[in-house]
């Protein structure tokens, strides 16, 4: 198993930056693939990036391309999501998952999740 822990969040202007970081513990980050979602009131949650166990593969939302950056050190058994040029639609509440094994266009599914972190764009 793996515990994952968001932080990170806040309030920011429209065109704004913030880095969400996920750390991880229990078992060896590096078997897990990991992504970050998010859900804003009263909608779904959805797919907004993900990265392979090593980091050669990422994907994108297409909302998120452009503007967001996912990374990861195994290392440090953390994944990072840099988000630049803030809207008001990316305000949410931002999940941190991960899993051992994924579909090929890294969405899914997970089975380990964080609580969340909220992220506030204000316009």
């Known amino acids: 198993q793996v515990q994952l822990v968001e932080s990170g969040g806040g309030l920011v202007q429209a065109g704004g930056s913030l880095r969400l970081s996920c750390a991880a513990s229990g078992r060896t980050f590096s078997i897990y693939h990991a992504a970050w979602f998010r859900q804003a009131p009263g909608k779904e949650r959805e797919f907004v990036a993900s990265i392979s166990r090593t980091g050669d593969r990422t994907y994108y939302e297409d909302s998120a391309k452009g503007r967001f950056t996912i990374s990861r050190d195994n290392a440090k058994s953390t994944v990072d999501l840099q988000m630049n040029s803030l809207k008001s639609e990316d305000t949410a509440v931002y999940y941190c998952?991960?899993?051992?094994?994924?579909?090929?266009?890294?969405?899914?599914?997970?089975?380990?999740w964080g609580q969340g972190t909220q992220v506030t764009v204000s316009s």
């Open positions: 998952a991960a899993n051992v094994f994924v579909l090929a266009n890294g969405r899914g599914p997970y089975e380990y």
